[in-house]
């Protein structure tokens, strides 16, 4: 008998209907001898709902109340999933999230989960009971109740895991797993039975927005295992999980992309120590967030200088480093058109030529490549944006991602 | 500098810019020189919301859940009106029921108030801010939200204020006082500027639906001065207080009635000890309420007994007196087109003459008595139904009730 933690989205929620088709979910496992415990989101579009109420009151609603407000969303949700579960004869339990105790800090809208008190949770097991808790929200030291931010359920289902000591944590979603790629851009993008914590990281990192980037790490660090499915069909869907030294490592997991970026150069600044820093000081004292930093020494004393802002920040960027240039010398050029893909791979560590295949790949396709960047297990690459669907579809073929069943699937309708 | 406890209805908060409304009545408030606690209830529509969504789920949905569920309505409404309040500058926090520790008993959908810790109020109010808590609910010993039944809102206010030690509790809503009788029947109806708790509990459970019973009681056993205004337009509202001698009483305060009785009588049963429990046993039994209750001795060893209950229980209260006359013999009659009219008044008891004046007035207009029955400060009758607008009227006349300014201001129309 294994203890699950199981968690449902806004969209696998979002009707009663859809409630009653995961009470039913929730049963299967229960009849196959699990324990279970259920971390559910507001109904899809409620959040929505009560923060244009706030807005409708308040420009911008303080944090504290808006915590207050949104926090209802789960509520309604476990109260109507536990009368499903109840209706179907399955004692159960729901609670919110000060009930379980589920202590954070103060930071009202990003609170940080620093506790779980799961005693409740823990007897009502022992009961045979089902046990829903409301994601997304805590309680803080004085009693307030407070919020993880947008996604937090995913954190809430993690941290339950690790201090009920669960077997599995399993995300549902509407999706069906953790893909090579995008499967709306690669038609032949693959379902991965298997993803490391490491690459699960890099992929979220870069915008695969399957998983809240600080659940992943929140179950890295406690070690638990995390499993992505679909609440709208069967299937095994992708485990997440710690590296095997008999794991036979693909060299590459997957390929993710970013089109949120936007490229900044100071071109022809003085080649001195501390040249960096003059520049990027004033970019973070900005609160702007930097991703990709590229610096090439140059042969006559002055050096070009690269970075990456998320496009919102492009016009804030831009105008401070317009100043700094002013101040060092040397030219900005900046260009929003552009996209940053990324391979994804634990394997790449033991196995040199991977950044050579992948630049002849785009190569062959004619494709320029205006940044690269490096990490252990992850090399990026800034693109022309219009070159995105055409790259990541080489990429996938050259590094042996393509799934030849969906091949056959798709050209099967010729046949 | 006075305490003041508020409470706003559904409708007064039914919507955002209703709920913008109230903060300024607040601030009105506060500005005057007073500590202001509010308590407020789901925006109007809410509550069945949410029910609806219950019921899509479960026919008849647990009770435990359900207060999960509905709790939420009046948490939406405190979060906004705290925003309102510190969008207009003032500080404010807003609690739910279990935060100002509301202690109930268990019964879940009509739990009952124990004790209310209210200490967190009171360190607000010592530094400077408006408290505003969720009317309707609680929490019970386990830390289980619980809800006080419908109408709750009301005697949350109350009991705050009995335990803050409040010098008023003002329960807004959307009449403007308590009238003489209701004015939709009488236009003559006039404002009352103050009654007693005596009178205001027999108005209340004479149908009379300003306020919930259970409040009224609450403030009149903690001695809490309570107040009807109305939330749309200013005005001194009704004050409902203690009896004081040098009070000079109105013999009548007001004129109630009730349109849901119905009449059942059983004729020329046997005149013998114990059978009033004979009739009413099986009744009581049923779960089925009797309100008013007649006997007649008769001359011939028979008696005619005659009670009223809700007219939805008529046709089983019929089928089950029907049995007890084959039992016990004697005939049965039921009315359904009846109507109870009451006149309230403390005066009463010190004045002889009041029924007579009744029983005078009704049948100057030729209106026949079904029923009497009276008590200590309350004489009722009942009454074709057909005659309740035209019996109100004359009884409002009959003893002094016209409001002359109203009579001005109709016929002002025409001068």
Known sequence: MALIVQKYGGTSVGTT??????????????????????????????????????????????????????????????ALLTMALEKRGYPARCYTGAQVKILTDSAHSKARIQEIDAKVVSEDLKQGRVVVVAGFQGVDPSGAITTLGRGGSDTTAVALAAALKADECQIYTDVDGVYTTDPRVVPKARRLDRITFE??????????????????????????????????????????TFEDEDMEEPLISGI?????????????????????????????????????????????????????????????????????????????????????????????RSHAGVASTMFEALAGEGINIQMISTSEIKISVVIDEKYLELGVRALHSAFGLDDDDATVRVEGKEA
């Open 17 to 78: 209907e859809r409630i009653e088709n995961v009470a039913e979910k929730i049963i299967k496992s229960k009849e196959a001898g699990n324990d279970v415990v259920v971390v559910v989101s507001a109904m899809s579009g409620e959040t929505n709902r009560l923060i244009d109420l706030a807005n409708a009151i308040h420009p911008r609603p303080p944090a504290r109340e808006l915590d207050m407000l949104v926090s209802t969303g789960e509520q309604v949700t476990i």
């Open 199 to 240: 690459e699960m990281l890099e992929m979220a990192s870069l915008g695969s927005k399957i998983l809240q980037i600080r659940a992943v790490e929140f179950a890295g660090k406690y070690h638990v295992p995390l499993r992505v499915l679909s609440s709208f069909q069967d299937g095994p869907g992708t485990l997440i």
């Open 256 to 348: 993710a992309f970013n089109r949120d970026e936007a490229k900044l150069t100071l071109l022809n600044a003085p080649d001195k120590p501390g040249i960096a820093g003059s520049i990027l000081g004033p970019i973070s004292a900005a609160n702007i967030e930097v991703d990709m930093i590229v610096q090439n020494v140059s042969r006559s004393g002055a050096t070009d200088f690269t970075f990456t802002v998320h496009r919102n920040e492009y016009e804030r960027a831009k105008d401070i480093l317009d100043g700094v240039a002013k101040e060092l010398g040397g030219e900005v050029f900046g260009d929003t058109k552009i996209v940053k893909l990324s391979l994804v791979g634990v394997g790449m």
